[in-house]
Structure formats: structure tokens, C-alpha cells
Nanobody, 124 residues
Framework: QVQLVESGGGLVQAGGSLRLSCAAS????????LGWFRQAPGKEREFVAT????????WYADSVKGRFTISRDNAKNTVYLRMNSLKPEDTAIYYC?????????????????WGQGTQVIVSS
């Protein structure tokens, strides 16, 4: 089992920045991909970014490419999402997720572990 706890959400003006963190605990000795997904009100959950274990390979949704940066510190079992140039359409609950098969997937159903989410609100 892997437990994930997100933090760092909040209210920010358009053009501002936030950094989300997600701390993993439990069965963290296995290689696993960590990803960020988000869900806006009335919309389906969507992929944001993901990063694999040893190679630190990253993938981003087109909507955030160039503005968001995902990184991880394996020693701290923590993944980060740096969000710059935020837009009102980035408003959502952001979820951290872990895939114990380390697939670097964009598909939410490939992730077996999820955090509770952290709210991000971007005002115009």
C-alpha cells in the first residue's frame, strides 16, 4: 500500500505560481511512477503530468506544457508540481497518483493509489 498526501494548493491570481507537493508513505521501496491529475467542476478527471522512477522521464498534457514542471525527490518520496503562468482554466482539484508498475502512463486507470486532492483556484 502507498499513501499519498498532497499539499500546496490555494488561491492565486492569473499569471501567478504555485508549487504542489505530494508525499508518499508506506510501500515506497518499489519503483513507481508518480503523476498529477486534475478535475475541474463539472468535468472529468484529466491527466496533467507524470514522472517515472529511476529515469525521471516526464510527460505533460499539452495544456500545461511549458508552464508546469513535475519533479521528484526519491530520497524524500515526494513529487512536486511547479505551476507557472496559471490561468483560470487551471482551476481544479489536483490529485497525486502512484503507479506501482512504473509505466509512465497518462491513463488514470493505470494508477492504483490516489491522494485526497488539493484545491487550486486561479482568479482572473
Amino acid at each position: 500500500q502507498v499513501q499519498l498526501v498532497e499539499s500546496g494548493g490555494g488561491l492565486v491570481q492569473a499569471g501567478g505560481s504555485l508549487r504542489l507537493s505530494c508525499a508518499a508513505s508506506g510501500r515506497t521501496f518499489s519503483p513507481y511512477t508518480l503523476g498529477w491529475f486534475r478535475q475541474a467542476p463539472g468535468k472529468e478527471r484529466e491527466f496533467v503530468a507524470t514522472i517515472t522512477w529511476i529515469s525521471f522521464t516526464t510527460w505533460y498534457a499539452d495544456s500545461v506544457k511549458g508552464r508546469f514542471t513535475i519533479s521528484r525527490d526519491n530520497a524524500k518520496n515526494t513529487v512536486y508540481l511547479r505551476m507557472n503562468s496559471l490561468k483560470p482554466e487551471d482551476t481544479a482539484i489536483y490529485y497525486c497518483a502512484a503507479d506501482a508498475n512504473n509505466r509512465g502512463s497518462r491513463r488514470d486507470y493505470d494508477y492504483g493509489y490516489w491522494g485526497q486532492g488539493t484545491q487550486v483556484i486561479v482568479s482572473s
